[in-house]
C-alpha cells in the first residue's frame, strides 16, 4: 500500500473513531458533501446523493461492477467535480470489487488510483449523516 493510501485510510479511520465515541453530540448530524478531485494525490470523493441533488448539472461520482464471461469481475469508479474535471480508475481485485458493490445511490465514496488509472483504495461510507438520494 502506498503512503497515500496508508494515509487516506489511517485519516478515514480516525474519523469513523470520532464519530462513534462523540455519537451523541452527532445525533441529527447530517452533511453534505460534493465532488472533490485531488489530481496531487490521485484521488475523488463525493456523495452520490449530494451530487445528484448539487445546484450544478455537472458534477456526479459513482462506481460500476461489470461481470463478463469469460473474464471475470472489474470494477470501475469515475467522478467529475462542479468544474469539469473528470478522473476514473478501475480494478479487478476481489476486496476492491467488493467494496464497489456495497455502494448504494446515498453513499459516500472516496477512490485513489495510480499512475496507470488503476484503483488502488476505495472507501465506502453508508452512514446515517449522508444525505439521503432525492429523485
Not at 56 to 68: F, L, M, N, P, R
Not at 71 to 82: I, L, V
Not at 105 to 119: K, P, R
Request: one cysteine or more; aromatic letters at 8%; glycine letters at 8%.
Amino acid at each position: 500500500m502506498t503512503r497515500t493510501a496508508r494515509t487516506a485510510v489511517m485519516t478515514l479511520a480516525l474519523l469513523f473513531v470520532g464519530l462513534a465515541v462523540s455519537s451523541e453530540t452527532w445525533a441529527g448530524f447530517q452533511e453534505t458533501v460534493l465532488v472533490t478531485i485531488d489530481m496531487t494525490n490521485r484521488g475523488a470523493g463525493g456523495s452520490l446523493a449530494d451530487a445528484r441533488s448539487s445546484a450544478d448539472s455537472v458534477q456526479y461520482i459513482g462506481c460500476i461492477v461489470a461481470a463478463t464471461n469469460p473474464g471475470g469481475t472489474t470494477m470501475y469508479c469515475s467522478a467529475k467535480d462542479s468544474t469539469g474535471t473528470y478522473v476514473n480508475c478501475t480494478s479487478s481485485d476481489p476486496d476492491l470489487v467488493d467494496a464497489a458493490r456495497s455502494v448504494k445511490g446515498d453513499s459516500d465514496i472516496a477512490f485513489y488510483w495510480d499512475s496507470n488509472a488503476n484503483c488502488t483504495l476505495l472507501w465506502v461510507q453508508n452512514y446515517s449523516v449522508n444525505s439521503p438520494k432525492q429523485p
